[in-house]
């Protein structure tokens, strides 16, 4: 019997929707869904280390959604899988906003580095807030940094080596937010005309915006003493 996945309105579907497209535009490979409580948690990977030597921030999205259900579990799937799922869920659906919606969840892949890093979900500790517009300066620049670096054709090693470069700077005046992480908000749609409010905990930092939330796990050697 197929794994279900029950959000509770159709609203919520699209909002999903919206957030995975967005995501997938960065990085389509897999999306880990943490159920518990009432509440589903979507994670996705905007940057993450792709080797020993690589120095790239852990850089994740998550978005929260109400489920119609009390149903537990915490599985890695692939996103185009999740997506087509999710696109023939809302055919069925309609104009209905109102109606709760259950579709089957992909089958789970074990292979992906991220997702066996877990951010804390308690203990975060407030460390005052941004504006969107420093946030979408610093993305805005970085992307245009990459594209001038890059020329077509260029091998994935020396692609990644410049990402990791450019994503892992400081955004100037927030102590130990790396540009991957202004990069995240922005691709992901999280900016607004709101604060971004920041918290750490640990070795991570993460911004919150009423549209969505980042999480950055920081190297060794950014930590605090």
Known sequence: MAQQLTLADSLSLGDLHTYLQRAGR????????????GIL????????????????PTVLGLRTFAL??????????????LVERIV??????GDDESRVVSMSRPPEVNT??????????????????TDAERLEAAARAGIAEVAAAIPDGTGEQLVQRVRSEVWGRGVEGLEYVPAGAAFATFSLGFLGDDPVRLFETGPWTRLTTRRGH??????????KA
Not at 26 to 37: I, M
Not at 68 to 81: I, K, L, Q
Not at 88 to 93: D, K, L, S, T, Y
């Open 26 to 37: 960065v990085e389509d490979g897999s999306v880990r869904l943490v159920a518990g409580s």
């Open 41 to 56: 948690a979507v994670y996705t990977a905007i940057l993450y280390p792709r080797g020993i030597l690589d120095e790239s």
């Open 68 to 81: 119609a259900d009390d149903a537990e579990f915490d599985s890695v799937v692939p996103m185009r899988s």
């Open 88 to 93: 023939r869920a809302r055919a069925e659906v």
């Open 112 to 129: 992906v580095t991220w997702a066996g890093i877990s951010p804390p979900r308690g203990g975060w500790r407030a460390l005052g807030e």
């Open 214 to 223: 980042v999480l950055v796990r920081r190297k060794p050697w950014t930590l």
